[in-house]
C-alpha cells in the first residue's frame, strides 16, 4: 500500500461531509465506522442481546460505509478493503440469510438495503431473542 496523501485524506472528509449533510446524525469518521462495524460483529459473534432497535440503530454503521465506499479514493479503498472484507465475512459466519424476516418486522429492508439487512444473527440472546421470537 502506498502513502495516503492529502486527496486520500480529503475523500475521508468529503464522504463523512456529503453524508452529514445528506442527513447522518453527525460527521462520522471512516475510522469512527469501522470500530462501530467491528465493534457489531464481536457483538454478534458473542450473542446480539440488546432490543431489536438498538440491532437495528447499530446496523447502521454497515450502510454508513457503504454509502462512503464510492466517495473514497482507490487508495484508500485499498488500504481499508481487506478489513472490510473479514469483518463482512466474520458478520455472515455469524449469521444466516433470512432474506430480512426477522429484522424486517421491525425495520423497513427495502429492495435497496445491503446483504447485512437479509441476515439474522446466529447467537440471539436476552430481549434480543424475546423481540426476534414475538410474532
Known amino acids: 500500500?502506498?502513502?495516503?496523501?492529502?486527496?486520500?485524506?480529503?475523500?475521508?472528509?468529503?464522504?463523512?461531509?456529503?453524508?452529514?449533510?445528506?442527513?447522518?446524525?453527525?460527521?462520522?469518521?471512516?475510522?469512527?465506522?469501522?470500530?462501530?462495524?467491528?465493534?457489531?460483529?464481536?457483538?454478534?459473534?458473542?450473542?446480539?442481546?440488546?432490543?431489536?432497535?438498538?440491532?437495528?440503530?447499530?446496523?447502521?454503521?454497515?450502510?454508513?460505509l457503504s454509502l462512503a465506499w464510492p466517495m473514497l479514493t482507490e487508495n484508500v479503498r485499498a488500504a481499508r478493503a481487506s478489513e472490510l472484507d473479514s469483518l463482512d465475512a466474520r458478520f455472515r459466519a455469524a449469521t444466516y440469510e433470512d432474506g430480512g424476516r426477522a429484522i424486517g418486522r421491525f425495520f423497513a429492508v427495502e429492495n435497496k438495503a445491503g446483504w447485512w439487512w437479509r441476515r439474522r444473527p446466529t447467537k440471539a440472546e436476552g430481549v434480543f431473542a424475546a423481540d426476534l421470537a414475538s410474532e
Do not use: I
Open 1 to 64: 500500500m502506498s502513502e495516503m496523501t492529502a486527496e486520500d485524506y480529503a475523500s475521508v472528509d468529503r464522504a463523512s461531509r456529503e453524508l452529514h449533510a445528506a442527513g447522518w446524525r453527525k460527521a462520522f469518521t471512516l475510522n469512527e465506522m469501522f470500530a462501530a462495524w467491528a465493534s457489531l460483529v464481536a457483538d454478534v459473534e458473542r450473542g446480539y442481546d440488546q432490543m431489536v432497535d438498538e440491532y437495528t440503530n447499530d446496523m447502521a454503521c454497515r450502510d454508513w
